[in-house]
């Protein structure tokens, strides 16, 4: 049989790797411009802080292109033979993730799609779907010389399967009013632009420029330097290592949106938002109410492909589980921000949460392991002396995944310290068996599993029920899904499978 070739489609680069791919046009804009800077880094293995230059311009009289056009130039090395072809790739090659597994300039570029962003800037793409129209590529590696046009037209990457470079005169009427241009540039021409008038590209690109002085690129907007909102400063905490920085404040009516943003130490680029991944924080660092950047190193190669997440791997790793540490051990002083007093934030979940465990005893039975040498009152005031069972870390039979939620007291400053007391109570659910104790997560998050710790949001959590019953219910389904998902992971069903036989066996009917 003939080899079978796979094909590319205009309406698969249209909307799966533009306009579906980014949660707006602001989005998309940033992607072209990061791909910008990455344009002057010597070294595709690093991204060098301070160094690019970008220009963005509406030209509202292009010679050759309709409507609004959107030039996005950069003063880079422009596109060498090498770089056109990787340019034809979709997706980094094998030889790519061999030389760069965590992606070019420190993860600045992973996925190697995203010019296809550039398609989502354009309206008729974006709205009309129309695949005849698209964008362009104007580039030179030279200081003076013929100009490489790459056009990209989804109809047309469609018909051809690829995309047929061409040299122009520098003087060319394509070029529009880089007519002339001198020294290496690349530049990104979008017809039919998304943007309308400059006051918009800047209050989309602002709050996405890294923030410290000595991480800035230049960033020009219509002919004006466009700078960074500064950082907030009523909270400025680092780790005793320097690795991790916290910088935060209450947001007010000037903050783009609210919400805590985790930023690549290195690079200054800001990665993920918070309340996109708050059932991996401790309270309250995924609240809106709250505004800033947590500076962590080596996460803009853990960005995920929505460009405001974090990969899945990387949140269950150890290196995220320190960062977690460190956050915990400060959650306090954000509190204080929003004037939490940690004694005023009692609710009817502790009497909720007493039912649940006896009558979880009743169904199960008493916990498999009954001395966990947990000092002190248990998670409900009761009293006890126990001892903790063994680590899952240590005990390969222990299927249950480790999540990312520690406690303040795990974070050591230098020498070790005694063991702390906790309050925690042993709880028994099917066949597994848990230290059940008060943790602070996220408001919208109740329960969390971390190897043999079933962490409960006894204070802050706002969304229970206010009649008893509704409480029982949504407090021991909370539970029961949250050891499912530590127990599954990476399958839902088997997860909900999990729960409704739990749930069969809570009523007697299984």
């Known amino acids: 049989m003939a080899m079978m070739r796979l094909r590319i489609t205009a309406e698969m680069i249209m909307s799966i790797l533009a306009s579906d791919l980014y949660i707006d046009p602001s989005w998309s804009l940033w992607e072209i411009v990061r791909n910008a800077i990455c344009a002057h880094m010597k070294n ?30 950069d003063h880079g090395r422009g596109f060498t033979k090498d770089d056109i072809e990787r340019f034809c790739h979709l997706g980094p090659s094998l030889e790519d993730l061999k030389n760069n597994p965590g992606g070019g300039n420190g993860g600045a570029s992973q996925k190697r799609i995203g010019r296809f962003a550039a398609l989502a800037l354009n309206s008729k793409c974006y709205h009309g779907k129309d695949p005849k129209s698209g964008f ?9 010389g013929e100009v490489t046009i790459i056009p990209m037209i989804p109809a047309d990457i469609e018909r051809d399967q690829g995309m047929m470079p061409c040299r122009i005169d520098p003087n060319a009427n394509e070029l529009g009013f880089l007519k002339g241009i001198r020294g290496s540039f690349t530049a990104i021409v979008i017809p039919n632009s998304m943007y309308s008038s400059y006051e918009e590209i800047r209050h989309d690109l602002k709050w996405r420029l890294p923030r410290k002085k000595d991480q800035a690129f230049k960033m020009v907007v219509g002919g004006e330097k466009l700078l960074p909102p500064p950082l907030a400063s009523r909270v400025n905490i680092a780790s005793p290592d320097n690795s991790i920085e916290i910088h935060a404040d209450r947001a007010s009516d000037t903050d783009e949106d609210g919400g805590i943003w985790f930023a690549d130490k290195q690079s200054g680029l800001r990665v993920a938002k918070a309340k996109f991944i708050s059932a991996a924080l401790p309270h309250p660092y995924g609240v ?20 405001f997440s974090l990969t899945g791997r990387y949140l269950r790793g150890k290196d995220w589980k320190r960062v ?5 051990s400060q959650s306090d002083k954000l509190r204080a921000i929003l004037g939490e007093d940690e ?9 909720t949460l007493s039912g649940v465990s006896s009558f979880f005893t009743r169904v199960w039975g008493k916990p498999d392991v009954e001395d966990f040498g947990w000092d002190g009152a248990d998670a409900f005031g009761r009293g006890g002396k ?50 059940m104790a008060p943790n602070g997560l996220d408001a919208r998050t109740f329960a969390q599993v971390e190897g043999n710790k079933l962490w409960v949001n006894e204070r802050g959590y706002q969304l229970l029920p206010p009649r008893k019953e509704a409480r029982d219910e949504h407090v021991m389904n909370a539970i029961l899904s949250a050891v499912a998902q530590s127990l599954y992971p990476d399958s839902v069903s088997y997860a909900l499978q999990w729960v409704g036989d739990r749930r069969l066996e809570l009523l007697g009917k299984k």
Do not use: C
């Open 44 to 73: 595709s293995k690093e991204w060098v802080p301070g160094v690019g230059h970008v220009e963005i311009y509406i030209d509202k009289e292009h010679p050759m292109l309709p409507g609004n056009t959107l030039v996005i130039l």
């Open 136 to 144: 362009y590529v104007f580039t030179r590696t030279a200081d003076f």
């Open 288 to 307: 809106s109410e709250l505004v800033g950047d947590i500076f962590v190193p080596n996460i803009l190669s853990n960005q995920d492909t929505s460009r």
């Open 324 to 328: 977690v540490k460190f956050l915990h």
């Open 343 to 351: 004694d005023s934030r009692n609710s009817p979940i502790k009497e």
């Open 386 to 435: 126990t001892k903790p069972p063994k680590d899952p870390a240590e005990d390969p039979d222990d299927k249950i995944r480790k999540k990312p939620i520690t406690r303040s007291g795990d974070v050591k400053t230098g020498g070790e310290k005694p063991p702390q007391k906790h309050r925690g109570s042993a709880i028994k659910i099917g066949d597994h068996t848990f230290i």
